[in-house]
């Protein structure tokens, strides 16, 4: 079989023991980014198997329609990038691992690591030494600061108990049974989005982008935020509606942001103003970026295409 895998930017997969399982193949890895569909169909045109690494090239239907030889998508997590209806309409199949009881503890930890390099000015500081200049400015420690968890799924309640075990206050906003099971973990839910935009020092984004998500954070509720406070975001850019957060920053509420999601990914323009702004640590969608992530979960995507193969297919969505 032919198969193709997209966007492997440092060349991991072949590192990966389970990788040998598609030894009998035809494989070919890209290690950069393409979405200009020609392109991708001079690529892929001849591909029966696309592995994909999450949600990184956008699987859209006037690629597909010209993919004539395209069985199996093989992926893992959610998909919104792809056109699962026309993949069906198509007769290809979607296989992806939906991981429910596992939280990307990767993205929580970085979730974290943004936490406390925004409130320390990590980043900043490290340049100012090394560009001679000896100290930035004064952070500020998070103990006893109030962690707002917008969404408390899988990873929404693993950074609520980093944010416990450093001493902070915990608040949550989120749908039921979301602020049911936040409650049984013994954490605070705000009786209002209002209240809690305005209550927490620090708000941490934590929800699927869906179409009931999408645009969810809105300027009003930015406008609510204390000038000391941080608006962290790991999830996706797309919660946040378009331009509210560039803007928010610049009228001071809330007075610093750290991200990890853009509204365009790849970023590679180093005029965007969140890059150039020194209230706002940035870092290139890292969140399941990690060996231990590669490890766990490819292996569930080799296994997608044994099983297509063996006519049996498994995790499939469409």
Known sequence: MKVSILDDYFDTVRTLD???????????????????????????????????????????????????????????????????????RLGVVVSSSQHADTPSYATAELTWGLVLASARMIPQQVASLKAGHWQFGVGSTVRGKVFGIYGYGRIGSAVAAYARAFGMKVKVWAREPAMAKARADGHETAASKAAFFEQCDFISLHMRLVDATRGIVRPEDLARMKPTATLVNTSRAGLIEPNALVNALRAGRPGYAAVDVFEKEPLRDTSDPLLNMDNVVATPHIGYVTEEG???????????????????PVRVVA
Do not use: M
């Not at 999450?54 to 998909?79: A, D, F, G, M």
């Open 18 to 88: 389970c990788f040998a399982k598609l030894g009998g193949h035809d494989v070919t890895i890209w290690n950069d980014h393409v979405q200009d569909v020609d392109k991708l169909v001079e690529r892929l045109q001849d591909t029966e198997a696309l592995v994909l690494i999450r949600e990184r090239t956008q699987i859209r239907t006037p690629l597909l329609e010209r993919l004539l030889r395209l069985k199996l998508i093989s992926q893992r997590s959610v998909y919104p990038h792809i056109d699962i209806d026309t993949c069906t």
């Open 294 to 312: 590669y490890r766990s979960w490819f292996p569930q995507i080799v296994e997608n295409v044994a099983a297509f193969l063996d006519g049996k």
